[in-house]
């Protein structure tokens, strides 16, 4: 069956960075747009960055453009997301997402596949 897992979450300070993996199985991970979500206490899933079949396109948050990086490995099946100057309010647990759907996607429901989440904490 599909299998997304993210790792590299953990708690760290505002200014640091934080790399995220998410690694997928039971799929042919390159037929997959990937997107990433986050959640925190008390609010509602939100979209983080989006990227393509290929990681020829890429759609970011306005929260996150600047300081967060989407990537994938097609060959290694995993998606990346370097998080640069970290804040705060970036804290929440983060979550990987595939979708067949072509190009890039920013809505919960335009996804197929979750993974559990990872969760990223950062103090002040």
């Known amino acids: 069956q599909v299998q997304l897992v993210e790792s590299g979450g953990g708690l760290v300070q505002a200014g640091d960075s934080l790399r995220l993996s998410c690694a997928a199985s039971?799929?042919?991970?390159?037929?997959?747009?990937m997107g990433w979500f986050r959640q925190a206490p008390g609010k509602e899933r939100e979209f983080v960055v989006a990227?393509?079949?290929?990681?020829?396109?890429?759609d970011y948050a306005d929260s996150v453009k600047g300081r967060f990086t989407v990537s994938r490995d097609n060959a290694k099946n995993t998606m990346y997301l370097q998080m640069n100057s970290l804040k705060p309010e970036d804290t929440a647990v983060y979550y990987c997402?595939?979708?067949?759907?072509?190009?890039?996607?920013?809505?919960?429901?335009?996804?197929?596949?979750w993974g559990q989440g990872t969760q990223v904490t950062v103090s002040s």
């Open positions: 990227i393509s079949r290929s990681g020829g396109m890429t």
């Open positions: 997402a595939a979708s067949t759907l072509a190009g890039v996607r920013e809505q919960r429901r335009e996804y197929s596949y």
């Open positions: 039971g799929l042919t991970f390159s037929l997959y747009g």
